[in-house]
């Protein structure tokens, strides 16, 4: 690679230090540095940002506007109800692989998350950020949430559609749940400049797929990400749409009524996606 990277790569897996070296490089010369990120652990070269003849998703950087929430409501992905249903009644969640089954075999259809037919269920990305034995809690308000329920109710995680950009030859499995989920984050907490988010972008888990029914004001299927935060991890939230930023003992038992109807459905299940050694 010109130089570009050491001629022999140490780590178990060497894309993972190959990318934690892009990653370095990044935070340490930020909009100098000769790499960009495109999506969570996907890198570009700066000097062709403009190079009309290249794609236009090689040469967008990770936060440009294009990534935003507001321009995701069209072509969203979403699957027919009946394929999360058994005897007319809902699976209470789905694992990845039953979710990667669906992807592979072309259950995915796309609609516009405003006129979504009653038969098919938008999916989201939902990240959950953890920190030892905590979780950390938000809120948005009205400047980025309009529907009743949700706005100034407390969050687990940080939800994003997900739309059919998201779907690449390295995301078929989970169509971009995780990478997408990653990249709402360093949006909504600004981390794309961060030493933390090399470590995020290494750690992140899809847990399981759930079901957020029957109708609420949006139903959905919400893909659960799991992300670590390093031990001294703490979120900055500059952002208007990110607010009362909270760790919480995820050993607690959280009265309902705080919470948006999407973390009540997903409190149900928090014991077992954060898994029994933080509890």
């Known amino acids: 690679m010109s130089g570009e990277v050491p001629h022999h790569l140490y780590g178990a897996t060497q894309h993972k230090t190959l990318g934690a070296r892009l990653s370095e490089d990044i935070l340490k010369f930020r909009k100098r540095s000769r790499f960009f990120r495109t999506r969570p652990g996907r890198f570009f070269l700066r000097e062709f940002i403009t190079d ?3 794609p236009i998703e090689f040469r967008t950087p990770i936060v440009a506007a294009r990534r935003r929430r507001q ?3 069209k072509n969203v992905a979403a699957i027919d109800r009946r394929l999360v249903s058994f005897n007319n009644r ?4 789905l694992p990845p692989d039953a979710f990667a089954e669906i992807v592979r075999a072309g259950g995915v259809k796309y609609v ?3 006129s979504c037919p009653a038969d098919l269920i938008p999916i989201h990305s939902y990240v959950i950020i953890r920190r030892e034995d905590k979780i950390l809690l938000h809120t948005k308000g009205s400047y980025a949430e309009s529907r009743r329920g949700y706005v100034s109710k407390e969050m687990l995680g940080f939800p994003v559609a997900i739309c059919h950009d998201d779907l690449t030859l390295f ?4 169509h971009g749940i995780v990478a997408a989920g990653l990249t709402a984050v360093a949006n909504d907490l600004d981390l794309e400049f961060s030493a933390e988010f090399p470590s995020f972008e290494l750690g992140a888990e899809f847990r399981r797929l759930i079901p957020i029914l029957p109708d609420t004001e949006e139903s ?3 893909g659960v990400v ?3 935060a390093p031990p001294d991890f703490e979120p900055t939230g500059r952002r208007l749409a990110v607010g009362n930023l909270e ?3 995820a050993s607690e038992r959280w009265p309902k009524s705080g919470f948006d109807p999407w973390s009540k459905a997903i409190l149900d299940e928090l014991p077992s996606i954060v898994e029994p050694r933080l509890l």
């Open 52 to 54: 009309r003849s290249l």
């Open 226 to 228: 799991t992300l670590e």
């Open 112 to 114: 516009s998350l405003d």
């Open 220 to 222: 959905a299927l919400v």
């Open 171 to 174: 995301d078929v499995d989970d």
């Open 90 to 93: 809902y699976w209470h969640s």
């Open 247 to 249: 760790w919480r003992p």
């Open 71 to 73: 321009l995701r409501r």
